[in-house]
């Protein structure tokens, strides 16, 4: 037997009240218990990626030095390095281009200046007019370069050198004679293609104002810059300028010299060394400098200089000499036989009859 209890209120256990601490999501995030708890698992996570990466630092091979054209450099030497180009760095650049209907002669002497000179540009021609200034400092420009050379010729004949700073100066204008390209000479000399060349100069340089002004552009013109992407570390041959007649004369020589087998020369071999002649051949007749970039105020102007039309019309006036003088004889003669009659012949007539 049961013993009656009464009435029991019975409910499910999810109608049954809980006590429950539950807040809602703003309540939460403006507490300083939740923000404490978040501010730690940040530091947490920051934490264990730092060491984390530390392992992973640890256990790496160390970094390969970099590779460069004088060879292997640590991260040392690169902060050095990085340091000392902090101050002058020659970023030199030159475009070589020529007027139109140029000769095969002359376009041949262009590109092999152009082979020379690993820090120039090549450009198509340029119509030789009043307002070619204005187009070469354009195209210079364009290029991103600093200086020109421009070989204008004119009636198939003379060639003209034009070498320039642009875009503010100065310029000089050469007269270029004896010109001997490589493929003419075939000479036995022989030099790597890019190597930095060793610019010589005659003391005759250093004598006038304008020599040295000469001295000068020629240095930054066909000096090829340290470091040139183009340009490979060595010094293998020679540009040789020197004075003779108020003319520059242009020579290239391979610096030729005896190996024992190792890399290094023994200094006793240095003696030995000797210059083997590459090419080209040419002469510069300097006519005027100008202050500025393919014309301005003339700075020089050279009182010697003869241009090939005069010259050309002193040849045609000393052969049209030839021809009266050829005249002259003939007057002479006839006058001569005027005034000197010949005898009548007593047996001119005789067997006439």
Same mark, same amino acid.
């Given at each position: 037997?049961?013993?009656?209890?009464?009435?029991?209120?019975?409910?499910?256990?999810?109608?049954?009240? @809980? #006590?429950?601490?539950? +807040?809602? %999501?703003?309540?939460?995030?403006?507490?300083?218990?939740?923000?404490?708890?978040?501010?730690?698992?940040?530091?947490?996570? /920051?934490?264990? @990626?730092?060491?984390?990466?530390?392992?992973?630092?640890?256990?790496?091979?160390?970094?390969?030095?970099?590779?460069?054209?004088?060879?292997?450099?640590?991260?040392?030497?690169?902060?050095?390095?990085?340091?000392?180009? =902090?101050?002058?760095?020659?970023?030199?650049?030159? =475009?070589?281009?020529?007027?139109?209907?140029?000769?095969?002669?002359?376009?041949?002497?262009?590109?092999?200046?152009?082979?020379?000179? $690993? /820090?120039?540009? *090549?450009?198509?021609?340029?119509?030789?007019?009043?307002?070619?200034?204005?187009?070469?400092?354009?195209?210079?420009?364009?290029?991103?370069?600093?200086?020109?050379?421009?070989? #204008?010729?004119?009636?198939?004949?003379?060639?003209?050198?034009?070498?320039?700073?642009? %875009? &503010?100066?100065?310029?000089?204008?050469?007269?270029?004679?004896?010109?001997?390209?490589?493929?003419?000479?075939?000479?036995?000399? &022989? !030099?790597?293609?890019?190597?930095? $060349?060793?610019?010589?100069?005659?003391?005759?340089?250093?004598? +006038?104002?304008?020599? =040295?002004?000469?001295?000068?552009?020629?240095?930054?013109?066909?000096?090829?810059?340290?470091?040139?992407?183009?340009?490979? $570390?060595?010094?293998? /041959?020679?540009?040789?300028?020197?004075?003779?007649?108020?003319?520059?004369?242009?020579?290239?020589?391979?610096?030729?010299? %005896?190996?024992?087998?190792?890399? *290094?020369?023994?200094?006793?071999?240095?003696?030995?060394?000797?210059?083997?002649?590459?090419?080209?051949?040419?002469?510069?007749? %300097?006519?005027?400098?100008?202050?500025?970039?393919?014309?301005?105020?003339?700075?020089?102007?050279?009182?010697?200089?003869?241009?090939?039309?005069?010259?050309?019309? =002193? #040849?045609?006036?000393?052969?049209?000499?030839?021809?009266?003088?050829?005249?002259?004889?003939?007057?002479?003669?006839?006058? !001569?036989?005027?005034? &000197?009659?010949?005898?009548?012949?007593?047996?001119?007539?005789?067997?006439?009859?």
């Amino acid at each position: 037997m049961t013993a009656n209890r009464g009435p029991v209120d019975r409910k499910s256990p999810l109608q049954q009240p @809980t #006590e429950c601490n539950c +807040k809602s %999501p703003l309540q939460l995030w403006r507490s300083d218990d939740w923000a404490g708890e978040i501010s730690m698992g940040k530091k947490r996570k /920051h934490n264990e @990626t730092e060491a984390a990466a530390n392992v992973k630092k640890d256990e790496t091979a160390e970094e390969r030095p970099k590779r460069t054209l004088l060879g292997w450099k640590s991260n040392g030497e690169d902060d050095k390095s990085q340091n000392s180009s =902090l101050g002058f760095r020659n970023k030199e650049k030159v =475009l070589v281009t020529c007027s139109r209907r140029i000769s095969f002669r002359y376009r041949h002497l262009m590109l092999n200046l152009v082979d020379l000179l $690993p /820090h120039c540009k *090549k450009d198509n021609k340029v119509e030789s007019k009043e307002s070619k200034g204005a187009t070469l400092n354009e195209l210079v420009e364009l290029k991103s370069c600093s200086s020109c050379l421009f070989f #204008e010729c004119r009636k198939g004949k003379d060639l003209y050198l034009w070498m320039a700073k642009c %875009p &503010n100066g100065p310029s000089v204008k050469f007269l270029v004679n004896a010109v001997h390209t490589m493929e003419e000479l075939k000479l036995t000399g &022989n !030099h790597l293609k890019g190597s930095r $060349p060793v610019l010589t100069f005659s003391s005759n340089f250093d004598k +006038k104002p304008h020599w =040295l002004l000469l001295k000068e552009m020629i240095t930054q013109i066909f000096g090829t810059p340290k470091d040139h992407r183009k340009s490979k $570390p060595y010094h293998d /041959h020679v540009f040789v300028f020197s004075i003779a007649d108020d003319h520059i004369w242009f020579r290239n020589y391979q610096i030729s010299c %005896p190996h024992s087998g190792g890399q *290094k020369i023994d200094h006793g071999d240095l003696e030995k060394m000797t210059l083997v002649e590459v090419g080209p051949r040419f002469c510069l007749n %300097p006519i005027k400098i100008f202050g500025g970039s393919f014309g301005g105020p003339t700075l020089y102007e050279n009182p010697f200089y003869v241009s090939p039309n005069q010259i050309r019309s =002193l #040849e045609k006036r000393q052969k049209a000499g030839k021809y009266a003088k050829k005249v002259k004889a003939k007057t002479r003669r006839k006058m !001569h036989e005027m005034e &000197n009659p010949m005898e009548v012949d007593e047996f001119a007539d005789m067997w006439k009859e």
